[in-house]
């Protein structure tokens, strides 16, 4: 019973442990002292401008940019407004080009040496259409206002210290293309902090640094307050395709550091992301920890320089351990010294066969494919489509959701290491049940069943006798170290993740000779030992648990807790209190699946999507109401019929509709162009109506051409023949030229659809949504499509 009160300890204090460190801080009045950032004060600009939404490109957006400049008039920043055009090819979407005109605010707070290169502030001001952005970006600005109130409270800096806010950052990082590829201020930097936000709470990850990051790590690990970052992180996003103003600053060869919280997604992007819902602890993490890293940038005598990456992450509080990726073969060293130790001491005790070992190798296999076929089945049996849209009924109920995962994958575990003890081969019918099942859920599962049947192979090879607890234990940690140095091959970065959680069981083991020592202390060491693991994982769990759609990567902790846990979940033979505390948390953790299926968990707070948008042909004289895929509600089902017509589907540029035929009311169309010019290249010229700050076009050239100039910006895009060249151009009422150098004669066809941030004003109106219901991005807006075609 000793063993099975310790188990739960551990698991109750790892979670509490975890649960803690992903506490932000609590805001600091605005009584705090002048050198401090204080959240109240900063929420004081935040609810200024994250009034009402404000896109690049808008009124609102204008007045939030007058506002700015204002406050950084304030603030002794001699602030400039920086227009130009942002113009590029797209890297993610081939055939895709992008661009605007921006107005980027610049102002630099004096150092005493000018001539030093200068640390930069950035954020971004702008907002997507339907949300006033509290979080994103207004977080950001308003943190950089407060951190440069608090700078000069302290005194004139060393350096410039350059604050940065782009515009059109939700329009393809438009601003940030045009400062750091156009602007000559750009030169001046030598260090560059940005801050992002993809939600509205949780706590602040700086999640992505500049190349060559040594020294840049280093100045976190020194100065930043509670920081909360790894080499993890940076590795994987790195490989992830999201993107930020920093990707555009990283490219450009600035060094720095990106920071951004992720809690509360529901909020993103959302009308619900008002300052009303900002978190202000969030926003004081945010503050405190880059005022840390920035004070002492700005003050030191040299900026950061570019050095190896190095390995790194926070443990508790503010303790980083950083060291060189080789470093990692010596950590693996001794996490294989004491695997080696333990086992040798555990079979001087209680003699075992090495085959117990590669069975407990097996078995915490099987535990977590089982655990993550479960998690995949768990996922599949929501009945939620895979996607951000789709996602939005998770989040609406998104902590009983990843409690439900939890107890899952906890329970998968703790039964796997308990039926070890007895050896039954029936276990191997859980998750090959589950694979099956997967498949009803949205059709024929190939990977749901893959892996099902991977579980199931793996418990008949490894189970069929009962293992000794040592035996098993051993077998688990050499597993850890296997995939520790696999990950060490790979990506030494990231290689921490496992061997730090393995160096700790390891330990254990040998504390405790891998288990066999009797009495209350060996229990002690290994709880003590596994909940600190545990809650160290637990901020790592729930960073992966907000990518709802890759639930399985839920694997990886689940892997990691098993090493610490394993001789703990592991009873005696016929000890059946032991065993049931892995079917209890299965039980519980599938209730709440279901729970969270049949729930209807919208409300006032988190209000369902509802997009309708008028579509209107202007030279097919023909329109629609048109929403996403699979949106339906009453409501918009009632919208979308308004007029008597059948709802299909219509293919537009960039995604397919559903559409249902309205009445057609003439709207202002976008106007095009094409003109000769002397050294045979074709400038067509794009126009949109006015009203319009969005123009989508799509160019398709029946000859071989080539792109030469986009907006006035030089380019080079290979427009193949018949193969439409899709943009999106921005806050340019004037239009844009696209310069194309054709191989030969041919033919252009242009087609244009442009936005305008309105219901059309004789159209039907729309009905009020419910409570439970809310726009999103574009919606309660006019699209219009017209064509043209030129030859020459």
Avoid at 129 to 148: K, Q, R
Wanted: aromatic content about 8%.
């Amino acid at each position: 019973m000793g063993r099975l009160i310790t188990l739960i300890a551990a698991l109750v204090a790892g979670a509490m442990i975890a649960w803690m460190a992903q506490q932000p801080p609590k805001p600091a009045l605005a009584s705090a002292p002048a050198t401090a950032f204080s959240a109240q004060r900063a929420m004081v600009d935040d609810r200024v401008i994250a009034a009402v939404p404000h896109p690049i490109g808008s009124d609102a957006n204008h007045a939030v940019r007058d506002d700015l400049l204002r406050r950084m008039t304030e603030l002794g920043l001699a602030p400039q407004v920086h227009r130009g055009t942002a113009a590029y090819a797209s890297s993610r979407r081939k055939g895709l080009v992008l661009g605007g005109e921006v107005e980027n605010l610049v102002g630099v707070l004096p150092g005493r040496d000018r001539s030093a290169p200068a640390l930069a502030l950035m954020a971004h001001y702008d907002s997507v259409p339907a949300s006033s952005g509290a979080a994103d970006d207004a977080a950001g600005v308003v943190s950089a206002l407060e951190i440069v109130r608090a700078m000069r409270a302290r005194g004139q800096p060393a350096r410039d210290v350059i604050v940065l806010f782009t515009d059109g950052e939700e329009a393809g990082l438009l601003g940030a293309d045009a400062f750091f590829n156009r602007d000559p201020m750009a030169r001046r930097i030598g260090f560059l902090i940005n801050m992002e936000a993809r939600g509205d709470a949780g706590r602040v990850q700086m999640f992505q640094t500049g190349a060559g990051n040594g020294q840049s790590v280093d100045l976190v690990r020194k100065t930043a307050q509670r920081p909360s970052s790894s080499s993890l992180t940076v590795f994987v996003y790195e490989h992830m395709p999201n993107d930020t103003d920093f990707t555009i600053s990283k490219r450009a060869g600035v060094a720095g550091l990106n920071y951004a919280f992720t809690g509360r997604q529901f909020d993103y992007h959302s009308p619900t992301s008002i300052p009303a819902t900002m978190d202000p602890g969030t926003l004081q993490d945010m503050g405190q920890q880059v005022l840390a890293v920035a004070d002492a940038a700005a003050y030191a005598p040299t900026l950061p320089a570019k050095t190896a990456d190095v390995v790194y992450c926070q443990v508790f509080g503010n303790l980083v351990l950083a060291y060189p990726p080789w470093v990692g073969w010596l950590v693996l060293a001794v996490a294989a010294g004491l695997i080696a130790f333990g086992a040798v001491r555990a079979r001087r005790h209680e003699a075992f066969p090495w085959t117990d070992a590669l069975r407990g190798l097996g078995a915490c296999l099987f535990a977590v494919l089982g655990a993550v076929t479960l998690l995949h089945f768990a996922r599949r049996a929501t009945g939620v489509g895979f996607g951000y849209f789709e996602q939005r009924f998770l989040l609406a109920q998104v902590t009983r959701w990843e409690i439900a995962l939890i107890l899952l994958g906890l329970g998968v575990l703790l039964a796997a290491a308990a039926e070890l003890a007895r050896g039954r081969r029936l276990i191997a019918l859980a998750p090959l049940a589950a694979g099956l099942a997967s498949s009803l859920f949205g059709g024929f599962d190939p990977l749901g069943l893959g892996l099902g049947v991977a579980a199931a192979v793996v418990a008949l090879a490894a189970y069929g006798r009962p293992i000794s607890r040592a035996g098993a234990w051993s077998g688990a940690l050499i597993l850890g170290f296997i995939l520790a140095v696999g990950l060490q091959v790979v990506a030494p970065l990231a290689g921490f993740i496992l061997a730090w959680p393995l160096v700790l069981a390891a330990l254990a083991s040998a504390a405790t000779d891998a288990a066999t020592r009797k009495g209350i202390a060996p229990l002690v060491v290994i709880g003590v030992l596994a909940a600190l693991g545990l809650g160290w994982i637990g901020g790592f769990v729930h960073a992966v648990y907000t990518s709802l759609d890759l639930v399985e990567l839920l694997g990886l902790p689940l892997l990691l807790a098993a090493l610490l846990v394993w001789p703990l979940a592991q009873p005696a033979e016929g000890a059946p209190p032991e065993r049931l505390l892995g079917p209890a948390l299965l039980i519980v953790g599938l209730a709440l699946t279901a729970v969270v299926r049949f729930s209807d968990p919208y409300s006032g707070r988190f209000p369902k999507l509802a997009f309708i948008q008028y579509y209107v042909d202007m030279d097919a004289g023909r329109a629609w109401r048109i929403r996403p895929l699979n949106d339906a509600s009453p409501w918009s089902d009632a919208v979308m019929r308004t007029d008597g017509g059948k709802i299909g589907r219509l293919q537009e540029f960039m995604a397919p509709r559903e559409a249902a035929p309205a009445h057609f009311t003439p709207l202002p169309a976008a106007q095009a162009s094409l003109a000769k010019q002397a050294d045979g290249s074709l400038r067509l010229h794009l126009a949109p109506p006015a009203g319009a700050r969005t123009l989508v076009f799509q160019v398709t050239s029946n000859t071989p051409a080539t792109l030469v100039g986009l907006g006035g910006v030089p380019s080079h895009v290979t427009m193949t023949a018949g193969q439409p060249l899709l943009g999106r151009w921005v806050a340019a009422p004037q239009g844009v030229d696209l310069v194309i150098q054709p191989a030969g004669p041919g033919r252009l066809d242009v087609e244009m659809e442009a936005n305008i941030d309105a219901w059309p004003a004789g159209v039907a109106p729309l009905p009020k949504r419910p409570e439970t219901l809310m726009p999103f991005d574009v919606s309660d807006t006019a699209e219009v499509k017209t064509a043209a075609r030129f030859t020459w």
